[in-house]
């Protein structure tokens, strides 16, 4: 777990210089608050240039205007140069020092956490930002995987086990259809018909911000409203890993009805029953956990986009601003994050398995 940690962290510090980039100064990332102001200045006055052109405004108004325009941005960037080389970034990533200290100072804020201040939100930690956010995205997540989870579990066992009716094999077919939409495509179709078209859910947001009684915090009316707000996204999500994890517990229980432990439990004489929960189910579930563990990475992301369809104020959803914002720490501390939480799932894995398979706790003893 640490080792893909520290791997990842030092690909994220790599490649950005690699490239020559300077989250503190670079072209490509959001600039400075001096040059920001510079920006808006040159936009107004631009804005007023053309409004003069359009009106054909006398000769040598508009010459004046423009030469002031230049002059207020020569100003502007001279001012700034002095302060863009030591910028409260600058400072904090320490591009002056060398390289092995740069990745030194990196590493060290990293384990404690730090991961730097965000250009939208500054001198707020980016750290702090996220967690707000990371709270709504666990709770999505966590809720739909685990319903999603459950009920793909059972449905593919009872589908793919040779006592079932019949009739429950023709649901293989869409299943397999509905595992291959996107949870965000979900998503639209939901906000049409449900949102849109009858009105029984909100079309967007974490809560009610219209109302303004409305409190975010640990109350009843924040709590039912934000459960409400919630319910559409986590069906887009719930939809779509049901049937993946439908037609994988399928696959797993055809391929049991082979294995010895099987025939002899039927030789046994067992209830049906007993031998589809004791037998087959219960050894079925050792691979599904292990995809469910390998699967948080993927599932993040398309909890990602799933955010950004319904406004919701997840990760995914700050993940879109930083990159409208061109917000380089905060763009590159949620993909920490999200690496964080994808390592130490598979290290739970591993902690767990013995505990789910005995087969694994014998061979450690």
Same mark, same amino acid.
């Given at each position: 777990?640490?080792?893909?940690?520290?791997?990842?962290?030092?690909?994220?510090?790599?490649?950005?210089?690699?490239?020559?980039?300077?989250?503190?100064?670079?072209?490509?990332?959001?600039?400075?608050?001096?040059?920001?102001?510079?920006?808006?200045?040159?936009?107004?006055?631009?804005?007023?240039?053309?409004?003069?052109?359009?009106?054909?405004?006398?000769?040598?108004?508009?010459?004046?205007?423009?030469?002031?325009?230049?002059?207020?941005?020569?100003?502007?960037?001279?001012?700034?140069?002095?302060?863009?080389?030591?910028?409260?970034?600058?400072?904090?990533?320490?591009?002056?020092?060398?390289?092995?200290?740069?990745?030194?100072?990196?590493?060290?804020?990293?384990?404690?956490?730090?991961?730097?201040?965000?250009?939208?939100?500054?001198?707020?930690?980016?750290?702090?930002?996220?967690?707000?956010?990371?709270?709504?995205?666990?709770?999505?997540?966590?809720?739909?995987?685990?319903?999603?989870?459950?009920?793909?579990?059972?449905?593919?066992?009872?589908?793919?086990?040779?006592?079932?009716?019949?009739?429950?094999?023709?649901?293989?077919?869409?299943?397999?259809?509905?595992?291959?939409?996107?949870?965000?495509?979900?998503?639209?179709?939901?906000?049409?018909?449900?949102?849109?078209?009858?009105?029984?859910?909100?079309?967007?947001?974490?809560?009610?911000?219209?109302?303004?009684?409305?409190?975010?915090?640990?109350?009843?009316?924040?709590?039912?409203?934000?459960?409400?707000?919630?319910?559409?996204?986590?069906?887009?999500?719930?939809?779509?890993?049901?049937?993946?994890?439908?037609?994988?517990?399928?696959?797993?229980?055809?391929?049991?009805?082979?294995?010895?432990?099987?025939?002899?439990?039927?030789?046994?004489?067992?209830?049906?029953?007993?031998?589809? #929960?004791?037998?087959?189910? =219960?050894?079925?579930?050792?691979?599904?956990? +292990? !995809?469910? *563990?390998?699967? @948080?990475?993927? %599932? &993040?992301?398309?909890?990602?986009?799933?955010?950004?369809?319904?406004?919701?104020?997840?990760?995914?959803?700050? #993940?879109?601003?930083?990159? =409208?914002?061109?917000?380089?720490?905060?763009? +590159? !501390?949620? *993909?920490?994050? @999200?690496?964080? %939480? &994808?390592?130490?799932?598979?290290?739970?894995?591993?902690?767990?398995?013995?505990?789910?398979?005995?087969?694994?706790?014998?061979?450690?003893?």
């Amino acid at each position: 777990m640490i080792l893909i940690i520290w791997l990842s962290a030092t690909v994220m510090f790599i490649l950005p210089r690699q490239f020559g980039l300077n989250p503190s100064n670079a072209g490509l990332f959001t600039p400075s608050p001096q040059v920001q102001r510079m920006r808006e200045i040159d936009t107004q006055l631009r804005e007023e240039f053309e409004k003069l052109s359009a009106a054909n405004a006398e000769d040598g108004v508009i010459d004046e205007l423009e030469a002031e325009r230049v002059r207020i941005l020569e100003d502007l960037i001279a001012l700034n140069d002095d302060r863009l080389a030591l910028t409260a970034f600058e400072q904090q990533f320490g591009f002056g020092e060398p390289i092995i200290v740069q990745y030194r100072n990196y590493i060290s804020s990293l384990a404690r956490f730090d991961l730097g201040a965000s250009r939208r939100f500054f001198p707020v930690s980016v750290f702090s930002v996220i967690r707000n956010s990371l709270f709504w995205t666990l709770g999505l997540v966590g809720v739909s995987t685990v319903i999603a989870f459950t009920i793909g579990s059972l449905a593919g066992g009872f589908i793919g086990w040779p006592g079932a009716p019949k009739w429950t094999r023709w649901g293989i077919t869409p299943l397999l259809a509905a595992s291959a939409i996107p949870y965000y495509l979900l998503g639209w179709i939901l906000i049409w018909f449900l949102a849109f078209r009858w009105g029984l859910f909100p079309l967007s947001g974490g809560w009610d911000h219209f109302d303004p009684l409305m409190s975010p915090g640990w109350n009843l009316p924040f709590i039912i409203s934000a459960l409400y707000h919630s319910i559409l996204p986590a069906f887009s999500v719930i939809l779509a890993t049901t049937a993946f994890w439908t037609v994988s517990m399928r696959g797993l229980m055809v391929n049991m009805q082979g294995e010895d432990y099987m025939v002899y439990a039927s030789a046994k004489g067992l209830k049906p029953g007993r031998i589809f #929960f004791r037998y087959g189910l =219960r050894n079925a579930l050792l691979p599904q956990f +292990t !995809g469910l *563990a390998a699967s @948080v990475g993927s %599932l &993040l992301t398309g909890v990602l986009l799933v955010e950004l369809v319904f406004d919701y104020p997840g990760i995914g959803f700050l #993940f879109w601003q930083s990159i =409208r914002q061109e917000d380089v720490t905060m763009m +590159t !501390g949620i *993909a920490f994050v @999200v690496i964080v %939480l &994808l390592a130490v799932a598979m290290f739970l894995l591993d902690l767990l398995l013995p505990l789910l398979d005995r087969r694994i706790r014998d061979d450690q003893s």
